[in-house]
């Protein structure tokens, strides 16, 4: 495997990130987007430069792994703006595929958890499709429990399917 760089994005990059997203959507069946419906709305590369800006300044976490200049895969975690729950953060997490099985997934999250403890976010929270085993199981590998399960929460392919919370506490 060739050398994996983790970083925070450049706000000059967000139309790659934007790019490398909509390549994971084809790859999967477990992002929110189904193929080409992030290409029908209206590309939003200010929102995505506010995300970027957000992970720069420390109030959001936004790191990616890049090997030989390509997004292979990265980690956002949101935080909450109100009072009452800025001491958690939403996960979200995507790894190209031929990138996954390459431990890009732990580092990230390894990452997280240093952002974490050093920003006072006591809370992680996500959700994840229940028949995604292998990402489930590389979310409690990383300390996240499952906290209930959200019911016909999507659709894909026609069909109605179920979604775990799970969230990590510190």
Not at 55 to 63: C, E, Q, S, T, V
């Amino acid at each position: 495997m060739k050398q994996i760089i983790y970083r925070k994005l450049r706000v000059e990059e967000a139309q790659k990130f934007w790019d490398m997203m909509n390549e994971l959507d084809k790859e999967t069946k477990f992002m929110m987007y189904e193929v080409g419906e992030r290409e029908e709305k209206a590309v939003n590369l200010q929102a995505l430069e506010c995300q970027i800006q957000n992970a720069i300044k420390d109030n959001d976490f936004l790191l990616i792994a890049e090997v030989e200049g390509e997004i292979a895969g990265y980690l956002s975690a949101e935080r909450g703006v109100p009072n009452r729950i800025k001491h958690t953060a939403y996960v979200v997490t995507g790894v190209r595929e031929k990138y996954r099985g390459c431990g890009i997934g732990k580092e990230l999250f390894q990452r997280l958890d240093l952002w974490a403890k050093e920003n006072d976010v006591t809370r992680l929270e996500l959700t994840v499709v229940c028949n995604n085993i292998i990402a489930k199981r590389l979310y409690e590998k990383n300390g996240f429990v499952v906290e209930g399960i959200k019911k016909n929460s999507m659709i894909i392919d026609g069909q109605y399917v179920d979604e775990f919370y799970m969230a990590k506490l510190f």
